[in-house]
């Protein structure tokens, strides 16, 4: 069983910034590429940013110059800088990834991001 952890959310007010961390419970899985994924209510699941083990990333144009999304290899951990945060951001953030040498993906439980006044 590999268990990610998603840590960070929280009530913020527009302008705001947070950091979200993903982390592997069990050290001896080595975090591969990872996503931050995000879901509001009544919506599709989608895709916020993403970082490939060697650091190359892609963004939503909707974060694009907002969220930063980075890795230290050494802590096996990725994270999600998260500035400017704005209502539509409200959702809860799920960190997805793969692990190097296994199959398929895995997901975490999430964790909430509420962006109000």
């Known amino acids: 069983q590999v268990q990610l952890v998603e840590s960070g959310g929280g009530l913020i007010q527009p302008g705001g910034s947070l950091r979200l961390s993903c982390a592997v419970r069990q050290s001896i899985f080595r975090i591969g590429t990872a996503g931050w994924f995000r879901q509001a209510p009544g919506q599709q699941r989608e895709l916020v940013a993403a970082?490939?083990?060697?650091?190359?990333?892609n963004y939503a144009d909707s974060v694009k110059g907002r969220f930063t999304i980075s890795r230290d290899n050494a802590k096996n951990t990725v994270y999600l800088q998260m500035n400017g945060l704005r209502p539509e951001d409200t959702a809860v953030y799920y960190c997805?990834?793969?692990?190097?040498?296994?199959?398929?993906?895995?997901w975490g439980q999430g964790t909430q991001v509420t962006v109000s006044s």
């Open positions: 970082i490939t083990g060697g650091g190359s990333t």
């Open positions: 997805n990834a793969d692990f190097m040498g296994r199959m398929g993906t895995y």
